[in-house]
């Protein structure tokens, strides 16, 4: 059978791509992972400069997910090609690297310093980082979501994935703003905006007062936007939120997105894409399946 899905002109050997800010930089989690299992991993988050992120608590766990609100702690540009890069080049998968900023010239000198740089097969542009203090979130606005992608559509060759929020009215506006800014895939989705308050002392649990929230609870709201963006766009689309198992992510698949990606599941079993491939590959046997494109956009409706 055929597991191979392209992204753009991005090829995996697997539909299985490991979200950002879930897994690292992928070397730290090598021990425990069967990479042949997996098909992509997105690096954390890198701007320009270091950042410390958010005042702690960054994390919670309620009954049905987490609270995140780390607000993209990495080591800036020269210690990511420093210290992480040549580490990342050793991972016998590809590895895309997620590039954040808060201003276009962020964005920008991110991509230049970066684009020839070996080891790197594809960027996500974050445009939809839900826990920092801004006025609005750039994929809110599909005019600045279209001008931005354009701009970096300019700078590389590589395939360009661009990494949108589910908090807007009308997700397929911002979906078709991508496409039309020239960006080989939509990453969807991120987390929802939520917030938790300790009762007793009438404080929020996260230190940056909400952040994101993700896990089991938001699979059904993330494979309603996927499903609604699959019949608007012609580009692959790499759709998560809530996956935790092979059933999870074939209704994805089925909803229209060419690859599936592991976020909080990797936090609890970093090597869940064994057993979700495992149990897509099962699937295909049992339906007489060759390959993952007969199952794409399947649903029947």
Avoid: H
């Avoid at 090598?30 to 950042?51: C, L, M, S, Y």
């Avoid at 009954?63 to 990495?74: A, F, K, R, T």
Wanted: proline share 5%; charged share 25%; aromatic share 6%.
């Amino acid at each position: 059978m055929e597991t191979k899905v392209k992204l753009g002109s991005l090829e995996l050997a697997t539909p299985i791509v490991c979200a950002s800010g879930t897994f690292g930089y992928g070397y730290e989690l090598q021990e425990f992972i069967n990479f042949k299992a997996v098909g992509a991993i997105i690096a954390k988050t890198i701007t320009p400069d270091p950042r410390a992120g958010n005042p702690p608590p960054r994390i919670y766990e309620t009954d049905l997910g987490v609270i995140n609100s780390v607000g993209l702690e990495n080591p800036g540009l020269k210690g990511f090609i420093k210290e992480k890069l040549p580490l990342m080049r050793k991972l016998p998968t590809k590895r895309i690297v997620s590039i954040g900023g808060f201003c276009t010239d962020d964005y920008k000198k991110c991509l230049k310093t970066l684009s020839d740089k070996k080891g790197i097969d594809a960027f996500e542009i974050n445009l939809s980082c839900p826990n920092l203090k801004l006025k609005k979130i750039v994929s809110q606005s599909p005019s600045l979501t279209y001008k931005l992608t354009r701009v970096l559509r300019k700078i590389t060759t590589k395939p360009l994935f661009i990494k949108i929020t589910p908090e807007v009215s009308d997700i397929t506006k911002i979906a078709k703003a991508v496409e039309e800014g020239g960006a080989d895939s939509i990453s969807m989705v991120n987390t929802f905006f939520s917030m938790a308050i300790n009762i007793k002392t009438k404080k929020p649990f996260i230190g940056n007062i909400y952040g994101g929230y993700s896990g089991k609870a938001i699979k059904p709201m993330s494979l309603y936007r996927v499903w609604k963006v699959a019949k608007e766009v012609k580009i692959s689309i790499v759709g998560g939120g809530g996956i935790e198992t092979a059933s999870d992510a074939i209704e994805f698949i089925l909803a229209g997105a060419t690859a599936v990606s592991l976020g909080t599941v990797n936090i609890t079993d970093p090597n869940s894409s064994e057993k979700v491939l495992k149990g897509i590959k099962e699937y295909m046997v049992s339906k007489k399946i060759k390959s993952l494109k007969q199952l794409r956009g399947g649903l029947i409706a």
